[in-house]
């Protein structure tokens, strides 16, 4: 068993051939990557040459998303991106609290390495969601 299929059983999701391609996809990006993205590499346009049908694509995603293998980001661009999540978060909300960092030059969205700490919140509030968004210019743009 490779280590990607561990992943997925470890996380209760069965490991067939279009999910394992979807998580490498997904594991091998250094930024958050939307849904378009994802369909040029997923869902060809003829029959012919077809990787995934649109369905199967969506229903992979949303059970990645469920189960906490993948984190959607809304980074003020009303356009969903994907990331990976921390293999090792376990939390009272179910996901690493971390932060992302958007450049408004190049367009790309990052998870950042520090996390958020749950203590940090107050004990009394139910948090379904959260979404913290750094704007600016990434080190790549600011070398150009």
Do not use: W
């Amino acid at each position: 068993m490779t280590n990607t299929e561990k992943i997925l059983f470890t996380k209760g999701i069965r490991p067939t051939e279009m999910r394992l391609k979807i998580y490498k996809y997904l594991k091998r990006k250094t930024y958050a990557v939307t849904l378009k993205e994802m369909q040029k590499v997923f869902i060809a346009k003829s029959e012919k040459n077809k990787t995934a049908n649109r369905t199967t694509f969506y229903r992979n995603l949303k059970t990645f998303e469920d189960k906490g293998l993948i984190h959607q980001i809304n980074d003020g661009t009303r356009v969903a991106k994907f990331a990976i999540s921390d293999e090792n978060a376990k939390g009272k909300y179910g996901t690493d609290l971390h932060m992302h960092f958007y450049c408004t030059k190049c367009g790309k969205t990052s998870c950042l390495p520090n996390k958020i700490s749950e203590e940090s919140l107050p004990n009394d509030y139910q948090v379904s969601d959260v979404n913290l968004v750094l704007k600016g210019i990434c080190e790549s743009c600011r070398k150009k």
